[in-house]
Structure formats: structure tokens, C-alpha cells
């Protein structure tokens, strides 16, 4: 590692963590999400304890209120999962939970996306609420003398919800008049921020391509009963959308990796998972240059503590 890497503030890290800020935006996603889980009362948690010979106060018991099984309430979780899943994959992770960084000129395609999502997930919702009388039925049946009305809504239109915003991570300007000092403290403490913003994402690209070239290489390597190891094809396309992702969101905070990683995508690219399957020195070609590449982020790896911020005062 050179020793630009080794200092706590490096001009590289500056540039990068500027870069975030000027470029990027924080976005935040929540949901509003009905549960379907609900502690047993005092006197429901006495009477399971009786049969083991135990204090009710001493026993955590619920009762889940619905089938989340049913294939009407798994297309709606699934929807969430989607969302979830577009959010981090167009977006930086940040120091502040619930908040990553997405470009600011993909503000624009981002709310379009969410707001598919949302018609996806009220449409899904409609579907399930067609099917709410039979979930209760099958509750009640489940629940026994556990069973209450009283915990169900009369629908479930409105009770499950997407939602988005995009919260200022930087000072509130007014502090500048009202109070230089913490004004300053204040941007000290985000320009922290932003530094570990752009170690989380390094680590995060750095891990992700690890994990991947690392299976790449086990499948096109290994051998079993003999014959080479199968393999999907996702073991290779997964790499070429990490590309895309690295190319639209890198920071150009490690030169190293930026390296490996074009080294990589150049290794792939052109290749067909089928012409490995059929093309056993392809296969080899692949696995030695993919060795060559894994070994280059295992250094990164184990060279990554020496890299860490060292967050201001607040």
C-alpha cells in the first residue's frame, strides 16, 4: 500500500468523501407494515405457563394473527423486498441508519421506480384483502380460544404503505448566524461522515466482488465425481451487473480496486456461461485469470484496517 493510503486524511479520501457530497444525495425508505404477530395477554400468558409449572411473568408468548404463507400475503411481501432490494442497488451505504446516497441525477428515475412499486404494492393489497375473510377464518380455526376480533382491522386497504424522502444531511445554514462554533463542529462532524460514507463504500464493492469471484473461481476450478462442477449462469451475469453498478456509483476512492475491477471485467467480457460449460480451456483460462484477481482483493482485504478514518472531535 502506498503511503497516500496510510494517512488518516489523505488528499485521496478528501477528494472522494467531496465527491460524495457535491454528487450525492440521501435518500431515506420506510415502510408502514401491519403486523401480524401480538403478545398473549397476562392471563393467556398464566394459563401457558400453567402447563409447564412456570410464572406467567416469566414467559414471553404470542400469536401470530395471520398466514403470512398465503400466497396473497407473500406477494405483497414480496413487493417489499423489491423495493428494499432497487434501493441498495442504486445507492451508497451512509453512517446513519435508514439513510444511503443515491446520484442526484438519479433522483428523477428513482421516484418513478418507488412510485411503481407503490401501485405494485396497492394492487397486491387489493389481492389480499380479497382473501382477508378467509385468513381470519383460518386464524380463528388456528387460534383457538387465542382467537380475538378485536385485533383485526375491518380491512387491510391503507395499512401497508411505501414511503420516501430525502432528509438534509449537511448543517442547517441558520447555525452559521446563530452560532459559528457549532455551525463548525456541525461540518466537521458531517465531513466525518462522508469519510466513512466513502470507506463503507469501498468495503461494500470490495466484499461483494470478493464473494463473487470467489464462487466464479471455486465452480470453474473444482471437480466433483470427476466431472467439472456446474455452475448458473447467474455466477457470471451477476458479475456483469456489478460492473454496471460499480461504473454508475464508484467514487474512484481505490485505485487498487478500481484496477481489479476493470481487470475482472475485462476477464468476462464476451464470455458466455455456456461456452464454459462447453470449453474446458476456457474454463481454465477464466479460473486462472479469476485466481489472479482474488488474490489481488484478499491483499486489499487484510491491507483495509490500515485504511481506517479517524473520525475528527465532535
Known amino acids: 500500500m502506498s503511503s497516500v493510503l496510510d494517512e488518516p486524511r489523505s488528499q485521496s479520501s478528501t477528494s472522494a468523501s467531496n465527491r460524495l457530497r457535491s454528487t450525492m444525495a440521501a435518500a431515506r425508505l420506510s415502510f408502514n407494515w401491519l403486523g401480524v404477530r401480538k403478545s398473549l395477554s397476562s392471563s393467556q400468558k398464566d394459563q401457558a405457563a400453567n402447563s409447564f409449572g412456570a410464572e406467567g411473568k416469566f414467559l414471553s408468548a404470542g400469536k401470530k394473527l395471520l398466514d403470512t404463507s398465503h400466497p396473497a400475503f407473500k406477494a405483497v411481501t414480496a ?10 442497488g442504486v445507492s451508497l451505504p451512509f453512517p446513519e441508519p435508514g439513510i444511503r446516497l443515491i446520484r442526484q441525477a438519479a433522483i428523477s428515475d ?16 387489493f389481492e389480499l384483502d380479497r382473501h382477508y375473510d378467509e385468513l381470519r377464518s383460518a386464524a380463528r380455526n388456528r387460534l383457538g380460544d387465542l382467537f380475538n376480533p378485536d385485533d383485526y382491522p375491518p380491512s387491510l386497504i391503507g395499512l401497508f404503505a411505501i414511503e420516501h ?17 457549532l455551525y463548525e463542529q456541525e461540518c466537521q462532524r458531517v465531513q466525518s461522515r462522508f469519510d466513512e460514507a466513502v470507506q463503507l463504500a469501498e468495503q461494500a464493492f470490495l466484499s461483494e466482488l470478493t464473494q463473487m469471484v470467489e464462487h466464479l473461481t471455486e465452480r470453474l476450478s473444482g471437480r466433483q465425481d470427476g466431472k467439472p462442477k456446474v455452475f448458473r449462469d447467474t455466477a457470471v451475469t451477476n458479475l456483469t451487473e456489478f460492473f454496471d453498478r460499480f461504473r454508475s456509483l464508484n467514487i474512484r476512492s481505490n485505485e487498487q480496486l478500481d484496477e481489479l475491477v476493470e481487470h475482472a471485467q475485462h476477464v468476462i467480457t464476451g464470455v458466455d456461461p455456456q461456452q464454459l460449460r ?10 486462472s485469470q479469476m485466481t489472479v484477481i482474488q488474490s489481488g482483493l484478499d491483499q486489499l482485504l487484510v491491507d483495509r484496517p490500515r485504511r481506517n478514518i479517524q473520525r475528527r472531535p465532535h
Do not use: C, M
Request: glycine content about 2%.
Open 79 to 88: 413487493i417489499r423486498g423489491q423495493t428494499v432490494a432497487y434501493w441498495k
Open 110 to 125: 428513482f421516484d418513478q421506480q418507488i412510485a411503481v412499486f407503490h401501485e405494485e404494492l396497492d394492487a397486491a393489497v
Open 165 to 181: 424522502d430525502y432528509p438534509s444531511v449537511e448543517p442547517p445554514d441558520y447555525l452559521r448566524q446563530l452560532n459559528p462554533e
Open 278 to 287: 462447453n470449453s474446458q480451456a476456457l474454463r481454465e483460462q477464466v479460473a
